[in-house]
């Protein structure tokens, strides 16, 4: 028996084959978005996943000031903050993060689901956020993803 060809190969940042997708955020649901972003830029969805490496895709995500929540979570889903201060407790609804700027909305969701760690604040910065359709990463010819086909 050939023990070489059991051996468990390993990604690192040389053999990883990073790519660059673009969504359409128009009428998804928020949560499912952002947990499809977020095992693509964890690198979940290809065959030579390793969890300790970022080798994920670069994802643009466009159109986000037309997400959607479900049921009343614009009104009833409280986001919290300190401003660091005794009593500087903040609480904001998903309806005042949206109209102030939707693309923080859209990046707080995806940054709740990576890893609280070094790896995962690395893997925020392959997240790219737009209110429009117009985005400045054309010349890295990014693939469209539609959602209906990963999940």
Known sequence: MNTLSYKTISANEATVN???????????????????????????????YTPHVDC????????????????TRWEGKSYLHH???????RERSARQIFEKDPTELVHKAVQGMLPKNRLGRALQKNLRVFNGTEHPHEAQN??????????
Not at 23 to 30: F, Q, V
Not at 56 to 71: C, M, R, T
Not at 83 to 89: D, I, R, S, V
């Open 83 to 89: 401003t660091g201060y005794p009593g500087g407790q």
């Open 18 to 48: 990073k790519e660059w997708v673009i969504i359409d955020a128009t009428g998804e649901r928020l949560g499912r978005l952002s947990s499809v972003v977020a095992k693509m830029i964890r690198g979940k969805l290809k065959p030579n």
């Open 142 to 151: 990014p693939k469209k993803i539609n959602l209906n086909e990963i999940r």
């Open 56 to 71: 994920g895709d670069n994802v643009i995500i466009i159109n986000a000031d037309k997400i959607d929540y479900s049921g």
